[in-house]
């Protein structure tokens, strides 16, 4: 089953293609922006919290952002058996704490997409969005804060995954259904979809695992 992490700066469409993903799959999708503005629009605590780091373009501290996505991949897993995890991890901390986790659980990632696209382009893009959809918290200024804050604290995960053989880089920067067609074929050379139906593999049970399985 897919278990896919997108990784990108701001803009470079890993929202558009997460769900894209989802829709090709049958994996849940799980946005960590969606899940922490919706925890902000709850007005609780814990979104009270999460309002002061967004307002700045600044990452969510680790513990904030565990607690919330924690349950919902659990719960992806659980349903669906696979995952889109978009946005998250962005630090190097909480790549090894989501590896740790995953292994714990066995819902260990098998790609991670690498999206790309020249710094213009994502402050146009991000520019645009921010009026069609009324954001406030876009502005220029914490655009690039928050492009600055990823290449910084996001980039270094790239190496990483590379590192471990998971990592798929594509360019933005074109068409999306030639972004869509290119992705799909990776996943597909990689073994994690099927070449014929596009829709994902599933991973036969371990005997070992007394019951569980091991795309879960």
């Known amino acids: 089953m897919v278990r896919v992490i997108m990784l990108s700066p701001p803009g470079a469409g890993k929202g558009t293609h997460s769900r894209w993903l989802t829709r090709q799959t049958g994996a849940a999708h799980i946005s960590s922006g969606d899940l922490l503005r919706a925890e902000v ?3 609780s605590e814990l979104g009270q919290q999460v309002a002061a780091y967004t307002a ?6 680790d513990d904030l952002i565990f607690s919330i996505l924690a349950p919902a991949v659990v719960a992806a897993a659980r349903d669906t058996g696979g995952y889109v995890l978009d946005g998250f991890p962005r630090t190097m901390p909480q790549a090894l704490r989501s590896a740790q986790f995953g292994a714990e659980l066995r819902l260990t990632s098998n ?8 710094e213009e382009e994502l402050v146009d893009r991000l520019l645009d969005r921010a009026q069609r959809d009324g954001r406030d918290d876009d502005t220029l200024e914490v655009i690039r804060h928050r492009l600055a804050v990823f290449t910084r604290q996001t980039a270094p995960l790239v190496e990483y995954y590379r590192g ?6 594509l ?4 068409p999306e259904a030639e972004v869509q067609a290119d992705l799909l074929n990776q996943l597909q050379a990689r073994g994690l979809v099927d070449p014929g139906t596009g829709e994902p593999i599933a991973r036969p049970r371990r005997a070992s695992e007394n019951g569980a399985a091991e795309n879960r």
């Open 41 to 43: 629009a709850s007005g």
């Open 56 to 61: 700045r373009g600044d990452l969510v501290p």
């Open 111 to 118: 790609a991670v997409v690498y999206l790309t696209a020249p």
């Open 164 to 169: 471990r053989g998971i990592l798929i880089e």
């Open 171 to 174: 360019s933005t920067d074109r």
